[in-house]
């Protein structure tokens, strides 16, 4: 059955560089795209970006600068590198997948991202 | 960026009422292949989110006929009839039809 799994570090210190990882199953990258989607403690849901079936990425504008989202087909695989983390990006970071006709149908169960010294 | 505004932004409902929330974007949801990409979410307490429609009105795979989706343009709204204990939660609407997709605010919905 499709499944994604996020996977990351925890804990990381202001300036410094997130790296996570979605791991999926069920169903092949180069048919389906992958969101990132972030919520900061006790607050609503924000669009990070995309990766489509065909590699191609948007992301969210605010972020843009800081954001880098890639991919591994071979493993299954999605990245996420986000640098010069603050204070502010503390959140629950989620994968979601979609498809033509099929959106946020399927999420993970998020990874807790704590930014702090 | 789309701003989409739901309200009420809480709303407190007995098992058995019927509640409508509503979405409002700042711009029209209506793509130019002609659909429009608006969708609802429910996330439950301490769970990721899950879709329950998605285009409007389309029913997500087992979600329950109680809910259902209307609207257009730029006016949107979720209603679910006879409500139950399992639907408390947080419901947020979402568009994908502009770049960067955006999220409303979200609307919790407690049981009295």
Not at chain 1, 34 to 56: A, D, F, N, T, Y
Not at chain 2, 27 to 47: A, E, F, I, M, N
Request: some cysteine; overall charge positive; hydrophobic content about 30%.
């Amino acid at each position: 059955q499709v499944q994604l799994k996020e996977s990351g570090p925890g804990l990381v210190q202001p300036s410094e560089t997130l790296s996570l990882t979605c791991t999926v199953s069920g169903f092949s990258l180069t048919s389906n795209s992958v969101h990132w989607v972030r919520q900061p403690p006790g607050k609503g849901l924000e669009w990070m970006g995309i990766i489509r079936s065909g590699g191609s990425t948007d992301y969210n504008s605010a972020l843009k600068s800081r954001l880098s989202i890639s991919r591994d087909t071979s493993k299954s695989q999605v990245f996420l590198k986000m640098n010069s983390l603050q204070t502010e990006d503390t959140a629950i970071y989620y994968c979601t997948r979609t498809r033509v006709g099929d959106w946020f149908a399927y999420w993970g169960q998020g990874t807790l991202v704590t930014v702090s010294s | 960026d789309v701003v989409m505004t739901q309200t009420p932004p809480s709303l407190s409902v007995a098992i058995g009422q019927s509640v409508s929330i509503s979405c409002k974007s700042s711009q029209s949801l209506v793509y130019s292949d002609g659909k429009t990409y608006l969708h609802w979410l429910l996330q439950s307490p301490g769970r990721s989110p899950k879709r329950l429609i998605y285009q409007v009105s389309n029913l997500g795979s087992g979600v329950p006929d109680r809910f259902s989706g209307t609207g257009s343009q730029k006016d949107f709204t979720l209603k679910i009839s006879r409500v139950e204990a399992e639907d408390l939660g947080v419901y947020y609407c979402a568009q994908t039809t502009h770049f960067p997709f955006t999220f409303g605010s979200g609307t919790k919905l407690e049981i009295k």
